[in-house]
C-alpha cells in the first residue's frame, strides 16, 4: 500500500509540473508576423461561457456540399489595388557648372606663343565643344569622341611638319595608353589635307585620326598653326591646355586617380549663348518656312537619290580651290562634275550664268570626288574650260556629299534653300529660270520672315583662325 501510495504522488507531481508550464508559456508573448512586420499578435477574442453539460465528443462543423468542389476564386480585377507605398523623392539632378582646374606644375608647361595659350583658356573648366560638321575621322569611322575615357587632343600639322608628337605622348603615357582608358585624339588642322592624310597614316595605331576640313572646330576650340593639346577628364570637361608630353602623362595620372565626378561640366559661356541664339533663329526659320510657297517638282530624278523635299546631307568638302563658299541665307546650287567629264565642262558657261543672274541670292559650289592632284592635272589639261569658273569648287575626295547625295552620273545638280531642304535635283541643262525662279523668289520671302540676311557673296578670314564668315 505504501509503495502504491508514493506511484500515485509522483504521478500527480509530474502532472502539476506540466500544467503549470503550460500555463506559464501560454502568458509569454512570442513575437509573430502580423501584416508585413514583427509586433505583438492581435487580442484573442473572448472565450464563450462554459456550457453546464458540454458533450463529450462535439460534433464536426457542417459543411455546404457545394463548397467542397468550388475551385479557388480567384481576386476580383475591378476591386481597388492596395495604395502603393510612395516611393522616396530623389534628388533633383545637379546642375551643369564650370569645373574647378588646377594649375599645371611650371615643368609641365609647354612653350606657346600668348596668343595661342589665351586662345585656349576659354576651354577650362568647361564642357569640350563637340566636333562640328567638317570634322571627319581618317577611316571614316564615326566623328564622335569617346565618352567616359580620358581624352588627350593634341593638335598636328602633318603636312607641314611629321607629327612625331604622337609617338611621344604614347609613349609618356605608357600602360595608361595601352589599358584603353586614355585616348589620344590627333586632330589635323585644315592645310593641305591630302598630304598630311598619307602621313597620318601611318600612325593610326598611336592616335585616333581626325581631319577638320574646314576649320570651324579648329577655331571654335582655339587651336591654330601651333600644335598644342587640351587634355579631357572622364566627364568631358576640359582641365589642362598646352602641356608637353612629359606634362600631359603627369596630368593624365592626377586624373586618373580623381572620384567620379556627379556634376557635369557646363557649356562655355560664350557658345551657350551662341547656342540660345541659334535655336531661336531656327524656330523662327521654321515657321518661315510654313508660311513660304516653295514650288515642288515631280519630274523622275534618275541620276542620284530623290532628296527632294528632305532635308539635304551637310554641305561639306575636303579641300576648297581658292576661298570657301559663301552660303549664309542663299539658294544653293551644287553642281557635282569632275574634270575629265566633257559634260560636265559643257555646263560650265550655264552655272556661271546662273551665279550672274542671281547674284547674292545665289549660291554656285560645284563638287568634285577627285584629290587635288588629279584636280589641277585635269584643270591644266582643260585649262580654257577652268579658267572661266566664277563659282566656289570644292573637292569631296572622301565622297561624303556624293554618297549622300547617291550621285550615279555626271552632271549632276542639286539645289537646296536655306532650311537646309532639297528643292529640286537633275541635269544642268535642264535648271533654267522656270526652275529657279520660284524657288529664289520663294527663299527670299521665308530668309526676310525668319529675320536673317541675305549674304553679301564675299568671304572674309578671321582675324585668327581658319573658318571664313560672311563679311
Same mark, same amino acid.
Given at each position: 500500500?505504501?509503495? !502504491?501510495?508514493?506511484?500515485?504522488?509522483?504521478?500527480?507531481?509530474?502532472?502539476?509540473?506540466?500544467?503549470?508550464?503550460? +500555463?506559464?508559456?501560454?502568458?509569454?508573448?512570442?513575437?509573430?508576423?502580423?501584416?508585413?512586420?514583427?509586433?505583438?499578435?492581435?487580442?484573442?477574442?473572448?472565450?464563450?461561457?462554459?456550457?453546464?453539460?458540454?458533450?463529450?465528443?462535439?460534433?464536426?462543423?457542417?459543411?455546404?456540399?457545394?463548397?467542397?468542389?468550388?475551385?479557388?476564386?480567384?481576386?476580383?480585377?475591378?476591386?481597388?489595388?492596395?495604395?502603393?507605398?510612395?516611393?522616396?523623392?530623389?534628388?533633383?539632378?545637379?546642375?551643369?557648372?564650370?569645373?574647378?582646374?588646377?594649375?599645371?606644375?611650371?615643368?609641365?608647361?609647354?612653350?606657346?606663343?600668348?596668343?595661342? !595659350?589665351?586662345?585656349?583658356?576659354?576651354?577650362?573648366?568647361?564642357?569640350?565643344?563637340?566636333?562640328?560638321?567638317?570634322?571627319?575621322?581618317?577611316?571614316?569611322?564615326?566623328?564622335?569622341?569617346?565618352? &567616359?575615357?580620358?581624352?588627350?587632343?593634341?593638335?598636328?600639322?602633318?603636312?607641314?611638319?611629321?607629327?612625331?608628337?604622337?609617338?611621344?605622348?604614347?609613349?609618356?603615357?605608357?600602360?595608361?595608353?595601352?589599358?584603353?582608358?586614355?585616348?589620344?585624339?590627333?586632330?589635323?588642322?585644315?592645310?593641305?589635307?591630302?598630304?598630311?592624310?598619307?602621313?597620318?597614316?601611318? *600612325?593610326?595605331?598611336?592616335?585616333?585620326?581626325?581631319?577638320?576640313?574646314?576649320?570651324?572646330?579648329?577655331?571654335?576650340?582655339?587651336?591654330?598653326?601651333?600644335?598644342?593639346?587640351?587634355?579631357?577628364?572622364?566627364?568631358?570637361?576640359?582641365?589642362?591646355?598646352?602641356?608637353?608630353?612629359?606634362?600631359?602623362?603627369?596630368?593624365?595620372?592626377?586624373?586618373?586617380?580623381?572620384?567620379?565626378?556627379?556634376?557635369?561640366?557646363?557649356?562655355?559661356?560664350?557658345?551657350?549663348?551662341?547656342?540660345?541664339?541659334?535655336?531661336?533663329? %531656327?524656330?523662327? +526659320? +521654321?515657321?518661315?518656312?510654313?508660311?513660304?510657297?516653295?514650288?515642288?517638282?515631280?519630274?523622275?530624278?534618275?541620276?542620284?537619290?530623290?532628296?527632294?523635299?528632305?532635308?539635304?546631307? %551637310?554641305?561639306?568638302?575636303?579641300?576648297?580651290?581658292?576661298?570657301?563658299?559663301?552660303?549664309?541665307?542663299?539658294?544653293?546650287?551644287?553642281?557635282?562634275? *569632275?574634270?575629265?567629264?566633257?559634260?560636265?565642262?559643257?555646263?560650265?558657261?550655264?552655272?556661271?550664268?546662273?551665279?550672274?543672274?542671281?547674284?547674292?541670292?545665289?549660291?554656285?559650289?560645284?563638287?568634285?570626288?577627285?584629290?587635288?592632284?588629279?584636280?589641277?592635272?585635269? !584643270?591644266?589639261?582643260?585649262?580654257?574650260?577652268?579658267?572661266?569658273?566664277?563659282?566656289?569648287?570644292?573637292?569631296?575626295?572622301?565622297?561624303?556629299?556624293?554618297?549622300?547625295?547617291?550621285?550615279?552620273?555626271?552632271?549632276?545638280?542639286?539645289?537646296?534653300?536655306?532650311?537646309?531642304?532639297?528643292?529640286?535635283?537633275?541635269?544642268?541643262?535642264?535648271?533654267?529660270?522656270?526652275?529657279?525662279?520660284?524657288?529664289?523668289?520663294?527663299?527670299?520671302?521665308?530668309?526676310?520672315?525668319? &529675320?536673317?540676311?541675305?549674304?553679301?557673296?564675299?568671304?572674309?578670314?578671321?582675324? !585668327?583662325?581658319?573658318?571664313?564668315?560672311?563679311?
Amino acid at each position: 500500500m505504501q509503495q !502504491r501510495s508514493n506511484r500515485s504522488g509522483v504521478c500527480l507531481g509530474v502532472a502539476f509540473l506540466l500544467t503549470l508550464t503550460a +500555463a506559464t508559456t501560454a502568458a509569454v508573448a512570442v513575437p509573430q508576423q502580423h501584416g508585413g512586420g514583427y509586433g505583438p499578435p492581435p487580442a484573442a477574442p473572448p472565450a464563450p461561457p462554459p456550457s453546464e453539460n458540454p458533450p463529450a465528443n462535439p460534433p464536426p462543423a457542417e459543411t455546404d456540399p457545394a463548397d467542397l468542389d468550388a475551385p479557388e476564386e480567384p481576386n476580383d480585377p475591378a476591386a481597388p489595388a492596395a495604395p502603393a507605398t510612395p516611393a522616396a523623392p530623389t534628388a533633383p539632378a545637379a546642375p551643369p557648372a564650370r569645373v574647378d582646374c588646377a594649375a599645371p606644375e611650371k615643368a609641365w608647361v609647354a612653350k606657346l606663343a600668348a596668343d595661342d !595659350r589665351t586662345a585656349l583658356e576659354p576651354n577650362l573648366g568647361y564642357l569640350l565643344p563637340p566636333p562640328t560638321d567638317g570634322v571627319r575621322a581618317l577611316d571614316n569611322s564615326s566623328a564622335a569622341l569617346p565618352t &567616359g575615357k580620358i581624352i588627350v587632343l593634341q593638335s598636328v600639322d602633318a603636312a607641314a611638319t611629321a607629327p612625331t608628337v604622337l609617338d611621344k605622348l604614347a609613349t609618356a603615357l605608357g600602360e595608361l595608353h595601352t589599358s584603353g582608358d586614355v585616348v589620344i585624339v590627333a586632330l589635323q588642322v585644315p592645310n593641305k589635307l591630302d598630304a598630311a592624310e598619307k602621313k597620318l597614316a601611318k *600612325f593610326q595605331s598611336k592616335a585616333t585620326i581626325m581631319l577638320d576640313t574646314d576649320g570651324v572646330w579648329c577655331d571654335t576650340i582655339g587651336l591654330y598653326k601651333k600644335p598644342a593639346n587640351l587634355i579631357i577628364d572622364r566627364g568631358g570637361a576640359v582641365r589642362y591646355i598646352g602641356l608637353t608630353d612629359k606634362g600631359v602623362a603627369e596630368a593624365v595620372k592626377l586624373l586618373a586617380a580623381e572620384p567620379a565626378r556627379t556634376t557635369p561640366p557646363a557649356m562655355r559661356p560664350d557658345l551657350a549663348k551662341a547656342k540660345s541664339e541659334a535655336d531661336a533663329n %531656327t524656330a523662327g +526659320a +521654321a515657321d518661315a518656312t510654313k508660311t513660304a510657297q516653295f514650288p515642288t517638282y515631280t519630274t523622275p530624278v534618275t541620276n542620284a537619290i530623290d532628296l527632294r523635299g528632305k532635308q539635304a546631307p %551637310t554641305l561639306s568638302v575636303d579641300t576648297w580651290i581658292a576661298k570657301p563658299a559663301d552660303t549664309k541665307g542663299k539658294v544653293i546650287v551644287v553642281d557635282f562634275f *569632275f574634270t575629265g567629264c566633257p559634260p560636265c565642262r559643257a555646263a560650265i558657261p550655264h552655272m556661271n550664268e546662273l551665279a550672274a543672274h542671281y547674284g547674292d541670292q545665289v549660291a554656285v559650289v560645284g563638287v568634285s570626288f577627285e584629290n587635288k592632284s588629279t584636280y589641277d592635272t585635269g !584643270r591644266n589639261r582643260f585649262r580654257t574650260d577652268f579658267d572661266k569658273v566664277k563659282y566656289a569648287i570644292g573637292l569631296d575626295t572622301s565622297r561624303t556629299m556624293i554618297n549622300a547625295f547617291g550621285v550615279r552620273s555626271y552632271p549632276c545638280i542639286a539645289v537646296i534653300s536655306a532650311d537646309n531642304v532639297v528643292r529640286w535635283q537633275g541635269h544642268p541643262n535642264s535648271l533654267d529660270a522656270q526652275v529657279m525662279d520660284p524657288i529664289v523668289a520663294a527663299n527670299k520671302a521665308m530668309v526676310a520672315a525668319s &529675320g536673317g540676311g541675305k549674304g553679301k557673296g564675299s568671304t572674309k578670314k578671321s582675324q !585668327r583662325g581658319w573658318a571664313t564668315s560672311p563679311s
